[in-house]
């Protein structure tokens, strides 16, 4: 990014119409002096060449431009490690943004996630259009005002760039649309500390899949809404919502604790839920006939500290992982009769907050840690430790330390499993190529910054980033919520 003075720049001096020059009539006289007609007609050839073309000399006009332009500092800006003088802002350079929109709301919303649409696959074409839920964190007295905000956004045009003469011009007023946020709300009595929607398939192919949240609150309550009714009235104006369907399908009360770590399972449509708290237990709550949601009271225990994170097996329904702040990953098996954990690997020496777990490679996993540093990890070089034996440290296959404050959100690239989504403390949401070789001598050029590794592929300014999630329909579309609203 280039750092920006907060000045404008003044407006330069306009030459005279035509190039005329100014007439000098401070002699009094104003018919002039007769003119000799043996004098030289030409002005010398000074004269003619230090002459500019609003009546001064060039180099005094270029002077006062110098000083009048606004200051930008075109050299890398690296959030985190270099630091803004007094006065100065920074200016994303938009000419490397396929998209860029930024969105506030009312209150922050420091958990969201991206809803699957009807709109097709592999979407390339603007305006883009996107569903999202999200919840609020309004605190104090009005924490009453918490909700849900089930959300369409449209309009989503591309950068405006330079465009192939040859384009059709209505394409072009299309790509051009203004951006429009409809939202929808479902009160919440307490502050959501993550939300997540999944997708049950329908019963037949004339309606649509019904569509769940779980929210996890800050009072340890994990409330399930069908917000289905939400996500068709913005498409079919007139639906009326009743009061029943604002209420939760479901409350449960299981945890002791507030927490953080919840995640379906993709691989059982009716749907499966995993929630952890600070207390370091783990429960499993599955739909059953009916529209009933059942809870195991018998929780996974295993952690020494509180679950940050947890991730259902992409290709395994009984396995999942837990990430915590006792720097531990874990791995499990809900048919485990024990309800303790068939893997432990020690990841970090700080808290381990995030995590994500490959769906293109199955036996990648990554992880974020507290101290800003995250791993890649190959599960196959994973194995049981020993009765009585300190967890196992395996080597990652590949490491970076580049973020200077705790990671906040990690995700894997929906069909690349090369690239890698990671948001931190320190402002910033970066995205991660490691396919990229460290042997590669082309890649080793980072255009003379220092301390950047070759698989830094795009760093993003993004105030206080809490979590970033990929479109899994619009390739390279990524979505960050934060402090500062959404981007």
């Known amino acids: 990014m280039a750092k920006r003075g907060a000045d404008s720049a003044g407006e330069e001096n306009l030459a005279l119409k035509s190039g005329e020059r100014p007439v000098n009539l401070e002699n009094g006289n104003e018919l002039g002096d007769f003119e000799d007609e043996f004098e030289d007609e030409y002005e010398s050839e000074d004269e003619i060449f230090e002459a500019g073309v609003d009546g001064r000399p060039d180099s005094e006009r270029e002077a006062e431009e110098r000083r009048d332009v606004m200051d930008v500092d075109q050299q890398t800006f690296i959030p985190g490690r270099s630091k803004l003088a007094t006065g100065e802002s920074l200016a994303p350079d938009t000419s490397t943004y396929d998209m860029l929109h930024t969105l506030s709301s009312t209150w922050p919303c420091l958990s969201f996630d991206i ?3 009807s709109l097709g696959d592999n979407r390339k074409t603007y305006p883009a259009t996107l569903y999202a839920v999200a919840g609020t964190q309004a605190e104090g007295r009005r924490t009453r005002e918490n909700e849900l905000m089930v959300m369409k956004l449209s309009g989503l045009s591309r950068m405006d760039r330079d465009r192939d003469e040859e384009s059709d011009d209505d394409d072009d007023e299309d790509e051009d649309a ?5 939202t929808k709300s479902i009160p919440l009595p307490s502050t959501t500390n993550r939300i997540r929607a ?11 899949p019904t569509t769940l949240t779980a929210t996890m609150t800050e009072t340890s309550e994990v409330l399930i809404h069908d917000i289905t009714p939400y996500l068709s009235a913005f498409d079919n104006p007139g639906t009326i919502i009743t009061p029943q369907q604002s209420k939760p399908l479901s409350t449960l009360r299981m945890h002791k604790s507030e927490g953080y770590a ?6 059982i449509p009716q749907g499966k839920l ?4 600070n207390d370091g237990n783990i429960f499993v709550t599955t739909s059953t006939d009916g529209g009933k949601w059942t809870t195991d009271n018998r929780p996974f225990t295993g952690h020494q500290s509180s679950v940050e994170e947890l991730q259902w097996s992409p290709n395994e329904r009984n396995v999942f992982a837990s990430a915590s702040s006792d720097g531990t990953v874990k791995i499990w098996d809900v048919r485990s009769k024990s309800h303790k954990p068939a893997v432990s690997v020690t990841v970090s020496n700080t808290d381990v907050n995030v995590m994500s777990w490959s769906h293109q490679t199955a036996h990648l996993l990554a992880t974020g840690a507290d101290d800003g540093q995250w791993a890649v990890w190959d599960l ?3 194995k049981p430790a020993p009765s009585n034996a300190s967890d196992p440290t395996p080597k990652p296959v590949a490491s970076f330390n580049f973020h200077k404050e705790q990671i906040t959100s990690i995700e894997w690239h ?3 499993d090369s690239i890698v989504a990671v948001a931190a403390g320190d402002n910033t949401l970066t995205l991660w190529d490691l396919a990229v070789e460290l042997d590669d001598e082309e890649s080793k050029d980072t255009a003379g910054v220092q301390d950047v590794p070759p698989q830094l592929l795009f760093v993003h300014y993004m105030e206080m980033v809490k979590e970033c999630h990929w479109h899994p329909q619009i390739p390279g579309c990524v979505m960050g919520t934060g402090g500062g609203g959404f981007g």
């Open 115 to 117: 809803v699957r649409d």
């Open 178 to 182: 203004e951006p429009i946020l409809e």
């Open 198 to 208: 999944h997708q049950c398939p329908p019963s037949n192919s004339s309606k649509p």
């Open 262 to 267: 919840l995640d379906w399972s993709s691989l």
């Open 274 to 277: 995993l929630t952890g708290d």
């Open 380 to 382: 196959r070089q994973w």
């Open 414 to 416: 929906p069909t690349d």
